[in-house]
């Protein structure tokens, strides 16, 4: 497996691990259409558990190379996705995560009998209303470092989109 793959999956592993304790699903499209993952919510409806609330579509993307200033994680993304984050709506929102990995492949994971650590960071961007940009391969973002994907982000991120208000 290429090294590409490999932090693609451990980057949906991430997420799918957050998504989990903050109560939500994951789906993966059939077809790579600039979302990697679907979100629903799931909550206790009566005597039942149902999905409600409106679906959050992710881009997934991991990197070793990405540069920390005091206040920001600067990533260069690619045209296609900046592209496709910046002309999401509120009734189709599309976020970016961004899964900051060690250099050395040895610490991307590390476990024992009491723990399981996937190592660093996620970071989560709205790119929706962006401006368009005339770059043809990358364009550079920073992401808030605040922006940490963690459980209580995530219900932050639902609870908005369920209001249609942009974070």
């Known amino acids: 497996m290429t090294d590409e793959h490999r932090m693609e999956h451990l980057s949906r592993a991430y997420v799918q691990a957050v998504a989990a304790v903050a109560g939500c699903t994951c789906a993966r499209p059939e077809q790579d259409y600039g979302s990697d993952l ?13 999905l409600v609330g409106r679906n959050l579509d992710l881009q997934l993307k991991s990197t070793t190379t990405a540069t920390f200033t005091t ?25 970016l995560v961004l899964f900051v990995m060690p250099p050395d492949q ?6 024992s009998e009491d723990r399981l650590e996937l190592r660093h960071c996620a970071y989560w961007l709205s ?14 973002v920073g992401i808030p470092r605040q922006n940490r994907f963690t459980p209580e982000a995530l219900s932050r991120i639902m609870d908005a989109i369920r209001r249609q208000e942009d974070l």
Not at 38 to 50: I, K, P, S
Not at 127 to 140: D, E, F, I, K
């Open 38 to 50: 679907t979100l629903r919510r799931v909550e206790r409806v009566g005597n039942a558990f149902m």
């Open 71 to 95: 206040d920001e994680v600067v990533y260069d993304l690619d045209i296609r996705a900046y592209n496709n984050l910046r002309r999401a709506t509120h009734g189709a929102p599309l976020y």
């Open 106 to 111: 040895g610490e991307w994971m590390a476990q």
């Open 127 to 140: 790119l929706r209303r962006a401006p368009a940009v005339p770059n043809t391969s990358t364009v550079r």
